[in-house]
């Protein structure tokens, strides 16, 4: 059961444009986390945000936390070639498995 | 530190077969997650391993089964394989205290492809 929905389920953008991903689910969650993954690659941790309505930003990537800790978003500003990916969300409910979302993939055209 | 690693990259098996695929963790991380990605999916969670024993499971039926030995690295192991378990494998390490869980550290996976 996937309980993180996430949208758009495929992007394509020309360099330079923003773009935003929204991950949605009916649960809270004590964390979420943003993973980017490359073709024949596993995922890899962008960043963990804990606190209902935070924001985080890792240079052109900013990460917002839903104030009621159900949803998050991931926005970038000036999309690159290098930002091409699997983009997904993840969730940790208190217990022993992360939720991830259903991913969104992301190509960026130079 | 090292990070996770998993053999094989790739492996090609016929239904009905057994196979299995193993995960070293990383260096200071003591529980290993087992999880299962399709084509243009998300990662589904199969279980996790602490301390040696099975610490949760997803919906997986009991054909998939794992061990985690005294160095922390793991093993997957997949009885009477279906054709739907062709998928990418993914470990991911991380490390477990009091009920907390840091972030997930994930191998590159193992790609199974089931005739």
């Known amino acids: 059961t996937q309980l993180l929905e996430q949208s758009p389920q495929f992007l394509s953008i020309q360099e330079g444009e923003n773009l935003t991903v929204y991950c949605n689910s009916s649960?809270?969650?004590?964390?979420l986390q943003w993973y980017r993954q490359e073709p024949g690659e596993g995922p890899v941790l962008l960043v963990t945000v804990v606190t209902g309505g935070e924001v985080k930003k890792l240079k052109r990537l900013t990460f917002q936390f839903g104030d009621a800790r159900k949803d998050s978003s991931l926005h970038i500003t000036a999309a690159q070639p290098g930002d091409t990916g699997l983009y997904l969300c993840a969730g940790w409910a208190g217990g022993n498995q992360f939720y991830f979302g259903t991913g969104t993939s992301l190509t960026v055209i130079p | 530190e090292t990070g996770v690693t998993q053999s094989p990259t790739h492996l090609i098996k016929t239904r009905g077969q057994q196979v299995t695929l193993r995960c070293s963790s990383q260096s200071g991380h003591n529980t290993v997650s087992w999880y299962q990605q399709a084509l243009g999916q998300g990662p589904q969670f199969i279980f996790q391993?602490?301390?040696?024993?099975?610490?949760g499971r997803g919906n997986f039926p009991p054909r998939f089964s794992g061990l985690q030995f005294p160095n922390y690295s793991s093993e997957l192991n997949v009885n009477a394989l279906e054709l739907d378990d062709s998928a990418l494998y993914l470990c991911?390490?991380?490390?477990?205290?009091?009920?907390?869980?840091?972030?997930?550290?994930f191998g590159n996976g193992t790609r199974l492809t089931v005739t």
């Open positions: 649960s809270v969650f004590s964390s």
């Open positions: 991911a390490s991380s490390y477990r205290d009091r009920g907390n869980n840091s972030p997930l550290h």
């Open positions: 391993y602490y301390r040696e024993e099975e610490n």
